[in-house]
């Protein structure tokens, strides 16, 4: 499985390619930051990113996108532009037809490092073990688009058994009952 992790944001949205399946060791495949500045209009930003990520998608045929949920911040500019940055992901990977994932940032933490409360450095060094790589990729949106993909890698086989027994239950009520 190939996953494009994406940590939207505005001045710095991470992008990180992963490869592999769970319980296997897994291969870092890219990543990078798509870059926008600060002071130019804010749609011609959100084209930056789009244009940015349209390359990565180009460039690494993922077979899933995972983006971080974007949360609730005291500065509501700042979950704006997230939330603008990760909408031009969503919207550029349902161009192309390819499923995207939503993963908050406590469930990446947890999935990667164990605890949901892991602070920034904690996760860019399990991405650094978990990817066998020199250093921790650079800067922290990287890392964390990284542990975006590694997470949909690991939890995407579970989610799929529960889609496929909910799905199941909800076709064949009675299925699986005794009377």
């Known amino acids: 499985m190939r996953v494009l992790g994406v940590d939207p944001g505005l001045t710095r949205c991470g992008v990180g390619v992963v490869e592999g399946v769970a319980g296997r060791p897994l291969t870092m495949v890219g990543v990078g930051v798509v870059r926008t500045p600060a002071d130019a209009e804010l749609s011609h930003r959100l084209l930056?990113?789009?244009?940015?990520?349209?390359r990565w998608l180009d460039e690494h045929r993922p077979e899933f996108v995972a983006v971080e949920r974007v949360f609730s911040q005291h500065n509501v500019r700042?979950?704006?532009?997230?939330?603008q940055a990760s909408a031009v992901a969503?919207?550029?990977a349902a161009r192309r037809?390819?499923?995207?994932?939503?993963?908050t940032p406590s469930e990446v933490k947890a999935a990667?490092?164990?605890?949901?409360?892991?602070?920034?450095?904690?996760?860019?060094?399990?991405?650094?073990?978990l990817l066998r790589l020199a250093a921790p990729p650079k800067p922290a949106d990287a890392a964390d688009a990284l542990a975006l993909a590694i997470c949909h890698i690991w939890r995407?086989?579970?989610?799929?058994?529960?889609?496929?027994?909910?799905?199941?239950?909800?076709?064949?009520?009675?299925?699986?009952?005794?009377?």
Not at 78 to 83: D, F
Not at 97 to 103: D, K, Q, R, S, T
Not at 156 to 179: D, I, Y
């Open 156 to 179: 995407a086989p579970a989610q799929n058994r529960l889609r496929q027994a909910v799905a199941l239950h909800t076709s064949h009520p009675t299925k699986g009952r005794t009377a």
């Open 90 to 92: 969503m919207l550029c």
């Open 48 to 54: 930056a990113v789009e244009q940015g990520i349209e």
């Open 112 to 129: 990667v490092t164990g605890s949901g409360r892991a602070d920034k450095a904690q996760v860019g060094a399990m991405v650094t073990r």
């Open 78 to 83: 700042t979950v704006m532009g997230t939330a």
């Open 97 to 103: 037809g390819i499923p995207v994932a939503l993963h």
